[in-house]
């Protein structure tokens, strides 16, 4: 067998060579394919580590542009925490004002009524105004009406030189409280612009009458 030929030898998993061999040089080929085979498991296991790793980094990458970057980048996640938040400061505007909103309308309520007594206030008062002024004029014109004597009359100051049928004091002061006679004033004959008093029966008030300024008799003015 040291003589004996092989007519080929496999050096790897490719190649062949057409050699011949004698024993020893059989027994080197099979030192050398004992020494290959732990090179051929190291490559193996290099081969999937590296199929490994580049998996691994493969799934970095699908991690890292498709969860972490889409979600961070996402407009529209973006934009519904943006609106989120701008609706919640809104929403405590919006509460802020109502309550603002209510606290006025309270105070308006309360003015409401306040002003309502006030007006109340104001207009007894104006009342009590008018009734106090109507008989102080009832007691000055009963006053002067017991000045006078029986069929008795005197001019009090009144006048509508100015303007017919236009009743003033002699000052320039509007007449407010009148107590004409029956059928007065009456311009009779176009010239009556004085006013009179007409003398009543004692513990009544003396009432007016319109005559010609031209007539001459008693006056009575107040100081
Ligand atoms: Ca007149
Ligand atoms: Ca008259």
């Known amino acids: 067998m040291n003589t004996a030929l092989m007519d080929s030898m496999e050096i790897d998993d490719d190649i062949y060579i057409h050699k011949s061999l004698t024993t020893a040089g059989l027994a080197t080929q099979v030192d050398f394919q004992k020494r290959k085979q732990p090179s051929r498991c190291a490559s193996v296991c290099l081969g999937l580590l590296c199929a490994v790793l580049l998996a691994g980094n493969i799934g970095q990458i699908i ?3 498709i969860i972490i970057h889409c979600s961070s980048l996402d407009p529209t996640q973006a934009n519904y925490n943006t609106l989120t938040q701008e609706k919640e400061y809104l929403q405590n505007n919006n509460d802020n004002l109502t309550t603002e909103k209510d606290q006025l309308q309270r105070n308006y309520d309360s003015l409401t009524v306040e002003r309502k007594e006030l007006e109340d206030r104001l207009s007894n008062l104006t009342k009590d105004k ?8 009832n007691l000055k014109n009963a006053y002067v009406n017991g000045l006078l004597g029986v069929s008795q009359n005197a001019w009090i100051g009144l006048t509508d030189h100015l303007k017919e049928g236009t009743w003033m ?10 107590y004409w006679q029956p059928g007065q004033p009456n311009s009779f004959n176009g010239n009556q612009d004085c006013g009179e008093i007409v003398q009543q029966s004692l513990g009544k008030v003396g009432e007016w009458n319109d005559d010609g300024c031209f007539s001459e008799q008693l006056w009575i003015c107040e100081k």
């Open 63 to 65: 991690y890292y542009n």
């Open 169 to 178: 004091w002699v000052d320039g002061t509007p007449v407010t409280i009148q």
């Open 130 to 137: 008018d009734q106090l002024k109507a008989g102080f004029n």
